[in-house]
């Protein structure tokens, strides 16, 4: 009965060594794995303090795996390790751990391969070391066979263990990558000591092998065992890289923010669609005026716009089609639809929609959107094709007065064409010095001679010839080429104006035309300045050009570098006013000194209502003290007009075209007595 008692609480202290031996190694695996892979940004010193401390808690709780499975194995011995010797052990076992972590940080394959050997050998040097300083009497020995397999162990673990953790710990969300990783990292701590242990063979006499509690169980059976733990930890691996490969790809096919498909899904939609004949349109939709509300109103307030405008398109859509969030705020509609007249109807409600209004955390927004249309198979036969022809499409929208659905043609492709080649070969025309300038007189009727001149930029191109400034101006406003262009031009308009005081030519102002682009790159002063200083030219004789928008757009910003090149001396000038984009409660802020009337007012100067605008205007300039240039004179009966309405100030075909600096040298566009009969009309 006793004996039986006895063995029954021997065998239960055993399950509970097995038990405990499992939980330190699961334990100290996490606990280290957590250490070594913490995206933590100190010091390099700190990081490998950092290190050091993982690997010593994986050293210890490697080495207490050991002595527990050999307690629970080998339950009859009474364990006497001297304190050297199991001094040794751990600092083996955590100098290789700590190798590993630090080769682990590199992120390399082969790096990774090598750590795993590097651990592998510490801990079988540490399981030698317990093993062989048990009882300094006995011989020990270890079979060869379960003894390789064990180290394979090890090995198989710790490497899959890394790979676990540096192929997912990066990803956001991705909680699990550590506890697996822990798992099949402790398991296999586990189930190598368990191995080793039962490799163990004693030289000596069979009863004294017996009376120690040593088993004698065949090889074949921990090769079976050892085979069966790498199998478990491999199907471990696989089920979780299957998981977490899942996980990933549907994270990073839908948008976070509206909860679409985005453009990474497109691919494989569209492949699909294609092999069912199912892809029969694509529908590129893009919001107008969002750029305006994301920077007046915020970021927050423009994504909740976004996903506001994504819940209602996908309110329009049927079963059959797919809604995919592109860039910002640009939507994609794919479906089997291509039949142009069901389509147009479908978008425009789409687009109705939209343009509801929308009511925000207490703001009250208006948008509308834009939308461009390709068909299969007449606009592409592929995703690609498809598109680059729904992007022209939205283009052609955008450019022709918004709010728009177009869709796509031959005549757009051209566009498209031709604006994609002239702007590639548009960053090189600086370089290659393809770009002139040509002068406009501004012509003072009053007293028949010229008042300035306006610089425009012209473009050379080798192959199209000269490029219309109203092609490719807005490209290179788009691509922010136009800022080192307006250098340039600043740079050359001065010299030339220098040589031209200099020689006795003229002694005029010079107007240039500037972007938004030049203000958004808070260069404007440094450029100016530069302009000046190197060609010697006064302040005075340069004149800026701003329109109304660029005067009213970040107005603080704006209005404060225009003061500085002020400073200088330099006008500045108001240009095509009264076009409806400022307001003239705020003109008296805008540090100019010449207002340009549009020549859309002078072009129909002989209607009555664009007469009191002018007046209107002239008068304005007079109470504000400000000069007015009229632009677009083209008729006598324009220039009689003006000048009877007190604008001496005139710009247009009638005066002058724009010239190259030999024409304007020449002086055959002076017309002396066009200002004579003015004079007398008056």
């Known amino acids: 009965m006793i004996s039986v008692l006895v063995t029954g609480l021997t065998e239960n202290w055993n399950g509970v060594l097995i038990v405990l031996s499992l939980s330190v190694a699961l334990l100290s695996a996490y606990l280290s794995l957590s250490l070594a892979a913490g995206k933590i940004r100190v010091r390099r010193g700190r990081r490998r303090l950092t290190l050091a401390g993982a690997a010593l808690i994986l050293g210890t709780g490697t080495w207490l795996v050991h002595m527990m499975s050999l307690r629970s194995y080998h339950h009859r ?3 006497h390790y001297a304190p050297l010797a199991t001094v040794s052990a751990i600092a083996v076992v955590s100098l290789s751990a700590y190798i590993m972590f630090r080769l682990f940080g590199k992120q390399e394959v082969f790096t990774s391969r090598i750590s795993s050997g590097v651990f592998s050998f510490g801990v079988t040097v540490m399981s030698a070391l317990g093993v062989f300083a048990l009882r300094p009497g006995l011989v020990v020995g270890i079979d060869p066979i379960v003894g390789f397999f064990s ?3 090890m090995f198989i673990a710790s490497y899959f263990a890394l790979y676990v953790l540096g192929n997912f710990r990066r990803a956001a969300g991705f909680g699990l990558s ?16 368990y191995t080793v242990l039962g490799s163990l063979r004693v030289d000596s006499l069979r009863s004294t092998a017996v009376a120690l509690g040593y088993t004698a169980l065949p090889s074949s059976y921990f090769v079976a065992g050892v085979f069966a733990l790498v199998a478990i930890i491999l199907a471990i ?5 299957v998981f977490e490969r899942r996980s990933l790809k549907r994270i990073a096919f839908l948008d976070p923010l509206t909860g679409l498909r985005n453009r990474y899904a497109l691919q494989e939609e569209s492949d699909r669609r294609l092999l069912e004949e199912s892809l029969g349109s694509m529908v590129l939709i893009n919001l107008d005026r969002f750029k305006v509300i994301n920077d007046t109103l ?23 089609e797919a809604l995919f969030r592109m860039d910002g705020d640009e939507f994609l509609l794919v479906g089997a639809e291509n039949d ?13 929609e939209i343009g509801r209004p929308y009511m925000i955390d207490g703001n009250e927004l208006y948008v509308t959107a834009s939308a461009g249309i390709s068909l299969f198979p007449e606009h592409g036969c592929d995703r690609s094709a498809l598109l680059k022809s729904a992007d022209a499409a939205l283009y052609q929208a955008k450019t022709s007065g918004k709010d728009k659905t177009v869709f796509f043609n031959a005549g757009i492709g051209g566009q498209l064409s031709r604006k994609m080649e002239l702007e590639k070969d548009l960053r090189l025309a600086l370089e290659h010095r393809q770009f002139f300038i040509v002068y406009q007189p501004k012509w003072d009727a009053r007293r028949g001679k010229e008042a300035g001149f306006e610089a425009l930029l012209r473009w050379q191109h080798p192959k199209k010839g000269v490029v219309s400034p109203g092609e490719f101006i807005p490209i290179a406003e788009e691509t922010g080429l136009i800022v080192q262009m307006t250098r340039w031009m600043l740079g050359e308009v001065c010299r030339q104006n220098k040589r031209w005081h200099d020689e006795g030519l003229f002694e005029v102002c010079i107007s240039v035309n500037m972007s938004y682009r030049v203000f958004e790159s808070m260069t404007l002063f440094d450029m100016v300045d530069e302009a000046l200083r190197s060609s010697g030219l006064p302040g005075p004789m340069l004149e800026l050009e701003i329109t109304e928008s660029i005067a009213m757009h970040n107005m603080a910003i704006t209005l404060s570098q225009l003061q500085r090149v002020r400073d200088l001396g330099v006008g500045v000038s108001l240009d095509d006013f009264g076009t409806g984009h400022s307001s003239l409660g705020r003109l008296d802020e805008i540090p100019v000194d010449i207002l340009k009337i549009d020549q859309s007012f002078v072009k129909n100067s002989d209607l009555t209502s664009k007469q009191a605008l002018i007046v209107g205007i002239i008068g304005i300039a007079r109470l504000l ?13 324009q220039a009689e007009f003006l000048l009877s309405r007190g604008c001496t100030l005139m710009q247009g075909y009638y005066y002058g075209r724009p010239m190259p600096p030999e024409e304007v040298e020449a002086g055959r566009w002076r017309i002396t007595d066009i200002s004579n009969k003015a004079a007398k009309a008056e």
Do not use: C, Y
């Not at 550590?178 to 000591?193: D, E, T």
């Not at 142009?340 to 109705?352: G, K, P």
């Not at 003290?625 to 006598?636: M, R």
């Open 151 to 153: 180290v394979a162990i």
């Open 298 to 320: 915020g970021r927050d307030l423009g994504d909740l716009l976004l996903t506001h405008a994504a819940q209602r398109i996908s309110t329009r859509i049927e079963e059959s």
């Open 77 to 79: 011995l009474t364990l």
């Open 340 to 352: 142009s007249t069901r389509l147009l109807e479908r978008v425009n409600r789409m687009m109705e």
């Open 237 to 241: 691996t696989w089920a979780f890289m």
């Open 625 to 637: 003290d400000l000069e007015v240039v009229a632009e677009g004179v083209e008729t006598v009966e």
């Open 178 to 193: 550590k506890p697996v990783a822990a798992l099949i990292l402790g398991s296999g701590i586990f189930a190598m000591q």
